[in-house]
Nanobody
Framework: QVQLAESGGGLVQAGGSLRLSCEASGSIFGINIRGWYRQAPGKQRELVALISNGGSTTYGDSVKGRFTISRDNTKNTWDLLMNSLKPEDTAVYYC????????WGQGTQVTVSS
C-alpha cells in the first residue's frame, strides 16, 4: 500500500500563486508516475499534471503554461507550482501515484477568489 499526503492548499486571489506538495510513504518502490488531478463541484475529476520517473511531464490543457510539476525522488515528494491562478482553478486537488495500482491522496481544497 501507498499512502499519499497533500499539503499547501488554501485561498488565494486571482492572479496569485500556490504550491501544493505531496509526500508518499509505504510501499513506494515501483512508483512510475506521479501527479495531480482536480475535481470541481459538479464536474468530473480531471488531469492537472503528471511526471514520470524519467522526468517527462504532461499537463491538462487548461493549466499549460501556468502550472509546473516537479519531484524530489530523494524525499519521495512532488510539488505542483500554480501561477496565474484563475477562479476556474477552484477545486479539490488530489495527489496521485501509479504503480500496478492507482493511489490517491485525500485531497486539498484550492479556492481562487475573483
Amino acid at each position: 500500500q501507498v499512502q499519499l499526503a497533500e499539503s499547501g492548499g488554501g485561498l488565494v486571489q486571482a492572479g496569485g500563486s500556490l504550491r501544493l506538495s505531496c509526500e508518499a510513504s509505504g510501499s513506494i518502490f515501483g512508483i512510475n508516475i506521479r501527479g495531480w488531478y482536480r475535481q470541481a463541484p459538479g464536474k468530473q475529476r480531471e488531469l492537472v499534471a503528471l511526471i514520470s520517473n524519467g522526468g517527462s511531464t504532461t499537463y491538462g490543457d487548461s493549466v499549460k503554461g501556468r502550472f509546473t510539476i516537479s519531484r524530489d525522488n530523494t524525499k519521495n515528494t512532488w510539488d505542483l507550482l500554480m501561477n496565474s491562478l484563475k477562479p476556474e482553478d477552484t477545486a479539490v486537488y488530489y495527489c496521485y501515484a501509479g504503480i500496478a495500482n492507482h493511489y490517491w491522496g485525500q485531497g486539498t481544497q484550492v479556492t481562487v477568489s475573483s
